[in-house]
């Protein structure tokens, strides 16, 4: 069973806040990704990391931003939060330099009032 | 551009045979991996094919055809928790960067 974390699952918060949305895993997985999903519609990859201290940009645009100063510990930071940024933000891992299959947190619903 | 088509719904009766299709265009090819994503939940893998043919996992079955862009999930003696959205993603390139399809939801009828 794959042991990665988030936290919240759920967060309702006011336009203009910043948030920190948590996201660990004990695997030891060297890359770890954000995804961002709304409700029936693909997941989109807005930031992915390879180590430590690496972190890029994904496909899709956000307005967030990431950290990577520890392997097991991948944080996204929103500076002030808008109702746009409401969606599912998953977070996932996987191990090594082929293709592998990536391992899922459960997920944060963000809700911006 | 990158594309990875597959049908939006498809419904089958529990103790049937379904097979989900996808079909990709993208820059590069690195492997195809299909997930499955309960409504709410998060996706959990099912398979990866990075060589043409079959691949059998118990009630699962994975299919891969790269000069023809085209991929299928083959699911057998259905049951009610396959209810599910089923994705298909494919690997680019060498870095596991992969791009989702937007799933199929396949409902299950008893």
């Known amino acids: 069973e794959a042991d990665i974390y988030q936290t919240p699952r759920y967060l309702v918060i006011g336009t203009g806040k910043k948030i920190t949305l948590e996201c660990s895993q004990t695997?030891?997985?060297?890359?770890m990704y954000w995804y961002q999903q709304d409700p029936g519609m693909e997941l989109h990859l807005i930031h992915y990391s390879y180590g430590v201290n690496s972190t890029e940009k994904g496909d899709l645009s956000s307005e967030s931003t990431v950290s990577r100063i520890r392997t097991e510990h991948f944080p996204l930071t929103l500076e002030s939060a808008r109702p746009s940024h409401t969606s599912q933000y998953l977070c996932?891992?996987?191990?090594?330099?082929?293709?592998?299959?990536?391992?899922f947190g459960p997920g944060t619903r963000l809700t911006v009032t | 551009g990158q594309n990875i088509d597959q049908p939006t719904e498809m419904t089958a009766t529990e103790g049937a045979i379904v097979q989900i299709n996808c079909t990709y265009q993208?820059?590069?090819?690195?492997?195809l991996f299909w997930y499955q994503q309960h409504a709410g939940e998060a996706p959990t893998f099912l398979s990866y094919?990075?060589?043409?043919g079959l691949e059998e996992k118990g009630r699962f079955s994975s299919f891969l055809s790269r000069s023809k862009g085209y991929s299928y999930l083959l699911l057998k003696e259905l049951q009610m928790k396959d209810s599910a959205s089923y994705l298909c993603?494919?690997?680019?390139?060498?870095?596991?960067?992969?791009?989702f399809g937007k799933g199929t939801r396949l409902h299950i009828l008893p």
């Open positions: 993603a494919v690997s680019t390139n060498r870095d596991d960067k992969i791009i």
């Open positions: 996932a891992s996987s191990l090594g330099q082929l293709p592998r299959e990536q391992y």
């Open positions: 993208t820059s590069g090819f690195n492997g």
């Open positions: 094919n990075v060589l043409d």
């Open positions: 695997m030891g997985h060297d890359k």
